[in-house]
């Protein structure tokens, strides 16, 4: 018996070594120094990570070489890791919940790195053999039938995802309810290996590439399946509660107990040029919103069940709030109930590529992030962002070898700086060790994923010490210019791509050219308009702001349009307020008479050449009515229509603000520097260079190079002899050097 206990004994004593081998880590999000901070068991950590991919070959952190490269990372001091786990991974055809993959997962990374605080990104997409199973739970598209679903044993589990795929509907309560089982199992048997001790936080993934995008939405219509049918009604039900009320908004003898998604022809055709009627088109302007609400509902669902399900404090969040270089299909699959997620305790951060388009990914192009990131700052929600943009590392034999060392320091540099300046984080996004769109190898200096090179890996440590040390510090906005966006304007338009260009074509290009105009500028969503501090912008472009209500104009009238502000308003500013379609909304936010002009034919518009050589012109024959012009007598044209007389640009000095009205979304960057200097904007650079600025930090991006004269905001001017391709950092009130050349 003595030796039964001694036993017993000696392998509880190993247990509990072995258990105490892995850190208990607790992580949570919450304002410190002016920005949402990340703590790890309760210290403040800049959130720089290192994640794995979900493709073969840089998935498991035990092969040779994510292992590789994981270890590497944490010599440089990045020790945030993710990691993808699926249901596919865990969850067996036999009910069964199976924890190896996820327990040697997390082991591996213990191994390589073994104070590692570990993410997981889970998916919650149902397995395949589950989507089998149960057909009548699957999408059904409103254009097309799904495609086959490809034979996944070495493919990627999200292969096809972004085709028209044969996978669950996301309104499916089935797969919900049976989810939500399987997530406690998964959770209850997770927190019982000694693993799970680094865990510190839990991305909740699905839909398109785990990216919670609709299935189908970049070139097809969802969802006519009965589970969304079954959703659209109570949905219905929940907003009109009676079949009064439903008929009375949509201007239908219906009920809510037969009310149908529209048709693929209700949501292609729009009655008022790119606009649609808000009472003979409200069934569709409604469904698009239920749509975008039933991914929001299964976010905060599966979030919430790990904030109640695990034992300490531990972080949630999703990939959302992507309102940039969404391929004009905002409506179908975009991310239209940004607010919800904000406003829930539920969720600490939200996270996405950086954009992709335009102007985005070469040298000399602004690096930004895919969100409203402002206000995602605002409402204390931490953002990520996933940086996988390839470094354009060549081998050490090349000839352009030196170059493209150059540029790959620049790149990391620009990318990095800019979340930073935000106040927020990002991950290093690896694909290079799978050779996915990475191409070969490079076979010398050890080269096996895209920022394995001794002197690059060098500058990033030395890029972490110096964020690590100013994320300590308290953050404050610099920001002259403000860009307001908005959302639910989406509804109102069509929601094919020519419906949508011109709203997607002020969204995505303008900013590029404000960035090149190297002005620093926020970005907001127009709901958040009164949690700004308004005193530090000198001018507030209100992008995409076509549907408005009564009370946001009055606090435009009473708190924007004051103290000398510029207003810049693009195309139809508050043409809806959501029950309408009226111009006289139009003149009043602006302050200007306009005039509706019919065209038959894509408009441009010609700038004065005082100003800029520009005529500007549509990418594409859009769907482009209404087009307004300015009429007022009391403003100065600076454009007009193309072929015609019509102002197309003008200014009017109002009371105590200047209105600008911009016919179409005008993207050369010579044209917003000319109307943001006449508003008072601080320009720190005069060719084109990028320029992202913080609590008395300033960074230069420029890939021409050469003498870059840098106006300080104190009126210090200091000339930098920059080579090509470069990014530095300078002190914002003496000009002194704090990243230069390597």
Not at 591 to 613: C, F, H, R, Y
Request: charged residues 20%.
């Amino acid at each position: 018996m003595s030796r039964r206990i001694a036993i017993i004994a000696f392998s509880f004593a190993l247990l509990s070594a072995y258990s105490l081998a892995f850190a208990q880590n607790s992580g949570e999000v919450r304002m410190s120094n002016g920005r949402p901070t990340l703590f790890i068991n309760g210290r403040a950590e800049y959130p720089m990570f290192y994640s794995l991919t979900d493709v073969p070959g840089g998935r498991w952190a035990w092969e040779e070489v994510p292992r590789y490269n994981l270890k590497s990372f944490c010599e440089l001091g990045i020790k945030l890791v993710q990691v993808d786990i699926a249901f596919d991974h865990v969850w067996a055809p036999d009910g069964r919940i199976v924890m190896d993959t996820v327990q040697r997962q997390l082991k591996a990374v213990h191994d390589v790195c073994p104070d590692a605080a570990v993410f997981i990104r889970f998916h919650v997409n149902p397995p395949k053999w589950w989507q089998q199973q149960h057909p009548e739970e699957n999408t059904v598209y409103a254009d097309t039938k799904p495609m086959p679903d490809i034979g996944w044993g070495i493919q990627r589990i999200i292969e096809d995802d972004e085709e028209n795929p044969t996978r669950h509907s996301l309104a499916s309560e089935r797969w919900k309810a049976e989810a939500t089982i399987k997530l406690k199992e998964f959770l209850s048997q997770l927190k019982n290996i000694p693993e799970s001790n680094s865990l510190a936080g839990i991305q909740v993934a699905g839909g398109v590439y785990g990216e919670w995008h609709y299935w189908g939405f970049i070139e097809n219509e969802p969802d006519m399946s009965l589970p969304m049918q079954q959703y659209f009604r109570q949905w219905l039900t929940q907003k009109y509660k009676t079949d009064k009320a439903l008929q009375q908004s949509w201007g239908v003898k219906i009920t809510l107990a037969d009310a149908t998604i529209p048709s693929l022809e209700q949501r292609r055709q729009t009655l008022h040029g790119v606009f649609r009627d808000p009472v003979k088109e409200r069934s569709v302007i409604d469904y698009y919103e239920a749509q975008q609400d039933v991914v929001v509902d299964d976010i905060l669902h599966f979030c919430k069940i790990i904030k109640e399900s695990w034992t300490r404090p531990i972080v949630t969040g999703a990939f959302y709030g992507y309102f940039y270089a969404v391929f004009g299909r905002e409506a179908a699959g975009g991310h239209l109930q940004l607010q919800r997620l904000l406003k829930s305790t539920d969720i600490d951060f939200l996270c996405g590529p950086g954009t992709y388009y335009p102007s985005a990914v070469e040298m000399g192009d602004p690096y930004r992030s895919r969100s409203l990131i402002n206000s995602v700052s605002l409402h204390g929600k931490m953002w990520l962002d996933e940086m996988d943009q390839q470094t354009p590392l060549v081998p050490l034999k090349d000839p352009t070898y030196k170059e493209s060392l150059q540029k790959s320091i620049a790149q990391v540099r620009r990318n990095v700086l800019f979340t930073f300046s935000k106040g927020q984080g990002l991950w290093f996004y690896d694909f290079g060790p799978s050779g996915f769109n990475g191409g070969a190898r490079l076979k010398d200096h050890g080269t096996w994923g895209w920022w394995d090179e001794p002197t690059l890996r060098a500058d990033i440590k030395n890029l972490k010490t110096v964020l690590d040390k100013q994320y300590q510090l308290p953050l404050k906005s610099v920001a002259d210019v403000l860009l307001v966006h908005d959302t639910k304007s989406f509804y109102y338009m069509g929601s094919s791509r020519d419906h949508s260009s011109v709203a997607h074509r002020a969204n995505n290009w303008i900013p590029v050219g404000i960035f090149k105009a190297s002005v620093v500028h926020d970005v907001i969503h127009i709901d958040d308009l009164s949690l700004v501090n308004l005193d530090q912008y000198k001018a507030v472009v209100f992008v995409n702001t076509f549907v408005m209500s009564g009370q946001q104009r009055a606090l435009i009238k009473s708190n924007v349009a004051k103290k000398g502000r510029h207003l810049i308003w693009i195309y139809a500013p508050a043409y809806s307020d959501g029950a309408t379609l009226d111009q006289k909304f139009m003149d009043e936010v602006t302050g200007m008479s306009l005039s509706k002009l019919q065209t038959t034919e894509a408009p441009g518009a010609v700038i004065d050449s005082s100003i800029v050589n520009y005529t500007f012109a549509l990418n594409k024959p859009a769907v482009s009515n209404p087009v307004f012009v300015v009429t007022d007598t009391k403003a100065q044209t600076y454009g007009v229509i193309s072929k015609t007389t019509q102002s197309a640009l003008a200014s009017k000095q109002l009371k105590e603000s200047t209105s600008w009205f911009l016919s179409l979304p005008y993207d050369r960057s010579e044209l917003w520097s000319y109307i943001l200097t006449k508003a008072g904007a601080h320009r720190y650079c005069s060719n084109g260079e990028i320029v992202y600025a913080w609590s008395g930090m300033v960074s230069i991006h420029t890939k021409t190079g050469g003498p870059v004269e840098v106006a300080l905001k104190n009126g210090k001017r200091v000339v930098l002899e920059m080579p090509p391709n470069s990014t530095w950092v300078l002190d914002g009130e003496t000009g002194a050097m704090v990243l230069s050349g390597y």
